[in-house]
Structure formats: C-alpha cells, structure tokens
C-alpha cells in the first residue's frame, strides 16, 4: 500500500499518560498535514509543514500537543499528560505542492480513547 | 470567519432519485472548494473540486460566489453512493476547513 500510513490505528491511555502517534506520507509529498475528528464533526485542522517546517498551528493545538517532521519524511503527533477530551480520530494527511497542493490524501486514522 | 456549513447530517433519497448536498462557505478571499467523500470502512477521499469543474462518478458540483454555494448534485442515486460527504474550503495556500458532513443513504 503506497498511501498514507498511520500508527497505531488505536491507542487507549489512562488520563495523564503521554501518547505518540506517527504518520508516513505518501514518499514524494512534501505537505503533511494532522486532523482531529470527533464524533459527527468534520475534520479540524490541527497543524501543517512543507518538508521539515512546520509553518502552521490551529489554535486548538494546545502547549501539551507536540508535533515533528524531521529530515520532511514521517511525523509525530505527541499528547502529554492526556485529558478525557482529546478522545478523538487524528488524521494525518499529505499532499503534493504546487497544482495539486489542495488535493489531500488521508490515511485511516488513530483512534485515541482517554479513559 | 472562515467557516463551511453542511445544513442536513442526514440526507435518504430513493435509488433513482436526484440528490442534492448542499454546503454554504464564509471566506473573504477567492475560495477553493471541494467534496470529500468516506465510504463505509474507507479512509476520507477527494471526491471532486470545483477548479477542474469535473463530473466523478456523476456528481457535480458549482460554485456559486453570489450565494456562496457549493452543492453536490446527482440526477440519479445510486445504492453505492451511500457514504459521508464532507465539503471543504482551501484557505491560505495550504489550510483546508471542512464541514460536519452529511450522511447520505440511498435505499433499494
């Protein structure tokens, strides 16, 4: 499967556990993009990079949400000291600069739970 | 504010029938719209997006900048239509807002 890899597809923590989340592009895409998604919403932006740089973060990514992408190829989305509300599906998505910058390609999640 | 607005969670139409998606946006600046589409146990796909001003799959959609409109249309649904339909809008060169999304059911 040459599409955009997310691990794990799972992950249940207790509250105040930190958690790690990775994402493998699409391997010539240079744009890297995290969701959230919770029940019967659509996906909110959380954060964005062109190669390593990450040049972009919503609001809603809050001082315990750490993201990274070193050398431009994979990323990680850390939580610390997790809260019942970042029970959610985090998307990780790529695309390609340029003419296609907009077209984004999804990988299939991490569904957190926070018990 | 930018922001995408998906009026009906649910929408159930007969196979056969015209289905119309409706989604309103608030931008600005010059929009670029798209239809994301998740089938069941799919993984979130673009569907169309109103630059190219393409038919997939027999859906439409235009961009209607008076009304600030982007619905999807399809003259006849079929039963693998069935899927979540988000809308979304491209601000910023790289930032793309969505909508909550409407379920679409087509029955037999």
């Known amino acids: 499967d040459t599409g955009v890899s997310q691990n794990p597809r799972h992950k249940i923590t207790k509250r105040g556990q930190n958690v790690t989340f990775r994402c493998d592009p699409i391997s010539e895409h240079n744009r890297l993009y995290w969701y959230r998604q919770t029940l019967g919403q659509g996906p909110e932006f959380l954060t964005y990079?062109?190669?390593?740089?990450?040049?972009?973060k919503s609001r809603l990514l809050s001082d315990r949400f750490s993201a990274e992408r070193p050398k431009g190829s994979f990323s990680t989305l850390e939580i610390q000291r997790t809260e019942q509300g970042d029970s959610a599906m985090y998307l990780c998505?790529?695309?390609?600069?340029?003419?296609?910058?907009?077209?984004?390609?999804f990988g299939s999640g991490t569904q957190l739970s926070v018990l | 504010a930018q922001r995408v607005t998906q009026p009906e969670k649910l929408l159930s139409v007969f196979k056969g029938a015209p289905v119309e998606l409706k989604c309103n946006y608030s931008y600005s600046g010059s929009p670029e719209l798209f239809w994301y589409v998740q089938y069941s146990r799919q993984r979130l796909q673009l569907l169309l997006r109103h630059i190219s001003r393409e038919s997939i799959k027999g859906f439409t959609a235009d961009l209607n900048k008076g009304e600030t409109s982007f619905h999807l249309k399809k003259p006849f649904a079929q039963e693998e239509d069935s899927a979540m339909y988000y809308c979304a809008l491209g601000t910023g060169g790289f930032k793309t807002i969505f909508g909550a999304g409407t379920r679409l059911f087509v029955k037999a």
């Open positions: 990079f062109q190669n390593e740089a990450q040049l972009e």
């Open positions: 998505a790529s695309s390609l600069s340029g003419t296609g910058g907009y077209k984004l390609f």
